[in-house]
Every structure is written in C-alpha cells, then in structure tokens.
C-alpha cells in the first residue's frame, strides 16, 4: 500500500511542479517552445513506462516505473495553462 501510494503521490508532486513552472516557461522560452517541451515530458513518461516489463531488475523496474509516473505528472502540470 505504501509504494502504491508513493507512486501515484509522484504524479500528483510531478503535476505541481508542472503547475508552478509552467508560466515561468511560457514567459522564458516561449508558448510554442513549452509545448514542445510538454510533448517532449509526455514521450520520456511513455518510454519509461514501456522499459519496466522487459528489465530482469527487481529493484531498478519499479524505479523506472516510478520516474514515468513524474514524467506523466511533469506534462499533466503543464498542460493546465494550455486550455
């Protein structure tokens, strides 16, 4: 329950990272530059969530999976201030 907890509060601590970055992005590098870099977040969670299946490591799986939830977080933060 504790790791199950951990994980999904990653995403949750990945969004608000997102959240409080994302105007600062939008001023610094620009509306079409921080989309960029929304879909660049998006395809590094999508890619560390694929790796876990195929890694023979019992401790370096859940790690991986682990930075894919904060990844997908990153993106979900960001993507707030693009609607």
Do not use: E
Not at 12 to 18: A, F, L
Not at 57 to 70: E, G, N, Q, T, V
């Amino acid at each position: 329950d504790v790791l199950w907890s951990l994980t999904n509060g990653l995403f949750i601590i990945g969004g608000m990272i997102g959240a409080f970055t994302c105007k600062k992005s939008f001023d610094s590098i620009g509306y079409k530059k921080t989309i960029l870099l929304h879909y660049i977040f998006t395809l590094i969670g999508s890619i560390l969530s694929f790796i876990p299946p195929y890694v023979n490591s019992l401790i370096a799986a859940p790690i991986i999976f682990k930075l894919s939830r904060l990844f997908y977080g990153l993106q979900g933060g960001l993507f707030k201030f693009f609607f």
